[in-house]
C-alpha cells in the first residue's frame, strides 16, 4: 500500500509537474540551490542544499525541472509517511470501539487510510505545491516525520526533526507544542532529558550555520548578508519582513469584526480544499473523536485550530485577492490535520452504515468491525469514485506541464535588453527571481548587470548603510546613484512609474523602460524615441488564450497586454480588455485606471472632443465612481456649446462627491454666464464651505452677491 500510494502520486504530479520556473519564489529557490546561494528571510538552508543534492542526482532535465522533481517527491513520501501515522492511529481508537477486539483479517482501515492521504495530495495546496520548486512539500514531510516520531515516542528524534524542519520553513513553529507535550510524556523527565531534547535540536536547527559560511564567499544571491551574528540573526527573524508578517504592508486592526472576518475565510478556503463534504467529515470527526476520546485526537484538534484559525488570525491580512494568493500556500499544514478526521468520520459512517443495513441478523456493535469483503469494497468504490470526481475537477487548474510564464517573462526581457545594459527592476519577486535563474543558474547573458531598487535581492550599489535609511533619503540615494549610471551606461528600468528617475523622460520599450534621449555620453538628442523594437522577438505562449487559476499567474499574465497598448493604435480596446480579465489583480485596476484618465486628458489637451468624449464615457463604464469623468465631461460639453449637457455632467459629479471644487467653480462660471446670480452665489457659499481660502470663491462672490442684490432692486423697482 505505500508504495501505491508514493507511486500513484508521483505519476500524478509527474503527469501535471511544471517544466520551469513558476512564479512567486521559485526562480530565486532554484537559483539559490544551483550556486548554494541566500534566499529571502529567513534563509532556507535546508532547501538550498536539498536542492543542490538533487540538481546533481537528477542527469536530465533544466535545473528547474529538477527541482520540481524534489517537490513531487517530497509531497509523495509524506503521503506515504502520513498513511502510516493514520494506521499508527487506528490502533489507538479501535479497541475502545471494538470493546477490546481487534479484528486479525480487515481492510476498511488500510482502504480508509488510503483514501485519506489521497484526498490531502490532491487538494489545491498540497497538489500546487508538489509540482514547483517551492519549500512547501518539503515543510509538510517534516510535519508527517515529526508526528510519527511523536506517536511513536522517539522524542529526541523528535527534537532533532524539529530543529532541522526548522531550517526549512519556520511556520513549523506552530507544532512547537508537540516538542512541550514529548518533554511532558518522556518517562524520565528531568534537567538531563531537557538537555539532551535541547541538544537534538539545536543539532539539526545547526543547519542554519550555512548562512554565515556561504555568505563568506559572497555567492551572486546573499541576501541580509549573514556574515555577522547581528546579520544573522536579522536574516533568520526575518527583520526585513516584520519577523511574524508574511510579508510588508499594512494589516487590518484587530477587533471582533476582524477576528469573525478572518475566521469566515478560514472556513471558506477551508472548502475549496476539500469541498463542502470534506468540510463536513471533517468537522463531523473531530465531534467523534474527541467524544471517543481517540488517542491524540485533542492534540490533534489544538494542532488544527493553532495552524489553521490562530495562523490566519497571527498573519491578519488584507481581504484581497492578492493576500489570498498569498495565504494559499500557509494551508498545507492544516490541511494534514484535517485529513485525521476525515478517516474518523469515513471508519465511523462505514462501521454505524454496516451496523444499521445488519441490526436483527445477529451481529452487535462489537462485531461490526468484522465486516464482509463484498461491503469494504462497495464503500470503498463510493468513497474512491468521489475521491476521482474530486481530482478531476482540481486537474485544470493543477495541471502545469505547459507552464512556460515565468520563464518566458524572465527570456523577453533579456531579449528586450542589448549588450552590456544595466537593468534596474523597481520591485516584483518576478521580475527579480526569474532574471536571478536566468542569471546565475542559466549563466545567460552573462553582459547584463542586475540591479534591484530595494537593495537586497542583487549585489546593492547603494551603499553599506542603505537599508537603515529613512524612505525619503533611499530615494534620494538611488535617484543620485541611478543618475551616474544614466550619464554613463544604457539603462533599462522594469517598474509600473514612468517618472522613477527624475528629470529623464522614459518610454516603453517592450515591457521595458528606457531614456528617451540618449545619454549625454553618446551626444545623441532626439524628439523621438530610439532603438529596436523588442515586441516582434517575444515569446507570447499562454498569454491570451490560457486560463491561470493562481493569483500570481494572473498577476503577471496582464503585464504584456498591459505595454502593448502603449504601442497600438487601439488602445483603449486593450485597456478594456485587460480590466474586463484580470480587474481583481491589484496593480490591474489602479494602472488600468491611470492610463484611461491620462490618455483621456492627453486627448483633451489636443483638442479632439469626440475621442476623449469617447475615452471619458470609457472610464466611467469602468469606474463608474471616478468623479473627474464627470467634471471632464461636463467641461466638453461645455466647449460644444452644450450647457445643458455640461450642467447635467456637474451635477452628477457632485452627487458623487459634494464637494468637488472644480464642479461647484464650474457650476457657478456656467450659471453666471446666464446671469442667474442666486445660482452662482449658492456654488460660490458652497465652496468656501469646503475650502475658506479658496482665492477663486472670495474674489467673485461679492460681486456676484452685489450683481444678485441689483437684479433683485431692479426687478422691485419693476
Not at 115 to 124: C, I, K, M, R, T
Not at 294 to 318: R, V
Not at 617 to 624: C, G, I, Q, T, Y
Not at 692 to 697: C, L, M, V
Request: hydrophobic residues 45%; aromatic residues 18%.
Amino acid at each position: 500500500m505505500p508504495l501505491l500510494i508514493f507511486f500513484s502520486s508521483f505519476l500524478l504530479y509527474l503527469s501535471t509537474l511544471a517544466p520551469s520556473i513558476t512564479v512567486g519564489d521559485s526562480g530565486e529557490f532554484c537559483a539559490s540551490s544551483v550556486i548554494l546561494g541566500l534566499p529571502h528571510s529567513p534563509g532556507y538552508p535546508l532547501y538550498c542544499l536539498l536542492g543542490k543534492v538533487f540538481t546533481l542526482l537528477i542527469p536530465f532535465g533544466s535545473f528547474a525541472f529538477r527541482l520540481n522533481l524534489m517537490s513531487a517527491f517530497f509531497g509523495s513520501v509524506c503521503l506515504v509517511i502520513l498513511y502510516i501515522v493514520l494506521l499508527e492511529l487506528g490502533k489507538n481508537y479501535r479497541p475502545a470501539l471494538a470493546g477490546g477486539l481487534i479484528p486479525e483479517d480487515n481492510k476498511k482501515e488500510k482502504i480508509i487510510a488510503l483514501f485519506s492521504v489521497l484526498y490531502l495530495g490532491v487538494s489545491s495546496a498540497f497538489w500546487h505545491s508538489a509540482i514547483q520548486s517551492e519549500v512547501f512539500t518539503l515543510n509538510a514531510l517534516f510535519v508527517a516525520m515529526l508526528f510519527y516520531s511523536f506517536i511513536k515516542e522517539k522524542y529526541y528524534l523528535c527534537a532533532y526533526i524539529f530543529g532541522l524542519g526548522l531550517g526549512n520553513h519556520h511556520t513549523l513553529i506552530f507544532l512547537g507544542p508537540l516538542f512541550i507535550i514529548a518533554l511532558k510524556q518522556s518517562r524520565s523527565f528531568n534537567i538531563k532529558t531537557l538537555a539532551l531534547f535541547t541538544l537534538f535540536f539545536f543539532i539539526g536547527f545547526s543547519v542554519y550555520l550555512y548562512l554565515p559560511v556561504r555568505s563568506a564567499k559572497n555567492p551572486a544571491l546573499d541576501w541580509g548578508h549573514p556574515e555577522t551574528l547581528h546579520n544573522l540573526w536579522r536574516v533568520i527573524s526575518r527583520a526585513d519582513y516584520g519577523s511574524l508578517s508574511l510579508s510588508v504592508g499594512e494589516k487590518l486592526p484587530r477587533n471582533l469584526v476582524t477576528v469573525f472576518q478572518q475566521l469566515l475565510r478560514f472556513f471558506k478556503v477551508l472548502s475549496g480544499e476539500f469541498t463542502y463534504a470534506g468540510v463536513f467529515l471533517g468537522i463531523f470527526g473531530w465531534v467523534i473523536a474527541v467524544k471517543n476520546r481517540y488517542g491524540y485526537s485533542k492534540t490533534l484538534l489544538f494542532l488544527s485550530l493553532l495552524t489553521g484559525p490562530g495562523f490566519i488570525l497571527l498573519s491578519n491580512m488584507q481581504f484581497d485577492s492578492q493576500s489570498e494568493g498569498i495565504l494559499e500556500r500557509f494551508y498545507l499544514i492544516v490541511n494534514i490535520f484535517w485529513m485525521f478526521p476525515i478517516m474518523w468520520s469515513l471508519d465511523y459512517i462505514m462501521m454505524e452504515v454496516y451496523y444499521l443495513l445488519n441490526r436483527g441478523k445477529g451481529n452487535d456493535l462489537t462485531q461490526s468491525l468484522v465486516i464482509s469483503r463484498k461491503w469494504v469494497y462497495s464503500f470503498a468504490s463510493l468513497i474512491f469514485i468521489c475521491l476521482i470526481y474530486f481530482a478531476a475537477n482540481s486537474y485544470s487548474s493543477s495541471n502545469w506541464r505547459d507552464y512556460y510564464l515565468a520563464y518566458d517573462y524572465g527570456r523577453n526581457i533579456q531579449r528586450t535588453l542589448p549588450k552590456n545594459a544595466v537593468f534596474f527592476m523597481d520591485g516584483g519577486d518576478d521580475t527579480f527571481y526569474s532574471m536571478a535563474y536566468l542569471s546565475f543558474a542559466n549563466r545567460q547573458r552573462q553582459d547584463l548587470e542586475l540591479h534591484d531598487r530595494g537593495g537586497l535581492v542583487f549585489k546593492s550599489i547603494y551603499g553599506t548603510d542603505f537599508r537603515s535609511l529613512t524612505k525619503q533619503d533611499k530615494e534620494l540615494r538611488r535617484n543620485k546613484v541611478e543618475q551616474e549610471f544614466y550619464l554613463n551606461r544604457n539603462i533599462y528600468y522594469s517598474t509600473f512609474n514612468r517618472d522613477v528617475l527624475p528629470g529623464v523622460k522614459l518610454v516603453a520599450d517592450g515591457m521595458l523602460y528606457r531614456p528617451l534621449v540618449s545619454p549625454p555620453k553618446y551626444k545623441v538628442v532626439t524628439a523621438e524615441p530610439v532603438g529596436k523594437d523588442s515586441w516582434p522577438m517575444y515569446s507570447l505562449r499562454g498569454i491570451y488564450g490560457r486560463k491561470y487559476y493562481d493569483y500570481r499567474s494572473n498577476a503577471l499574465a496582464p503585464v504584456y497586454p498591459y505595454f502593448e497598448a502603449f504601442r497600438s493604435k487601439d488602445k483603449l480596446m486593450l485597456w478594456k480588455y485587460i480590466y474586463n480579465r484580470w480587474a481583481y489583480v491589484l496593480w490591474v485596476k489602479d494602472n488600468i485606471r491611470y492610463e484611461i484618465i491620462n490618455y483621456a486628458f492627453q486627448t483633451f489637451e489636443r483638442n479632439l472632443l469626440e475621442e476623449s468624449e469617447n475615452m471619458y464615457k470609457a472610464v466611467l463604464s469602468l469606474f463608474p465612481d471616478e468623479v473627474s469623468a464627470f467634471v471632464n465631461l461636463g467641461v466638453i460639453a461645455e466647449k460644444k456649446r452644450d450647457f445643458a449637457g455640461s450642467k447635467e455632467w456637474y451635477r452628477k459629479a457632485l452627487d458623487m462627491n459634494p464637494k468637488n471644487m472644480d464642479a461647484l467653480y464650474n457650476l457657478a462660471v456656467l450659471y453666471w454666464k446666464e446671469e442667474n446670480w442666486s445660482e452662482v452665489v449658492k456654488n460660490l457659499k458652497r465652496m468656501l464651505e469646503v475650502k475658506p481660502d479658496d482665492q477663486r470663491a472670495r474674489y467673485y462672490l461679492p460681486l456676484a452677491i452685489a450683481k444678485m442684490n441689483k437684479n433683485e432692486m431692479q426687478q422691485r423697482n419693476r
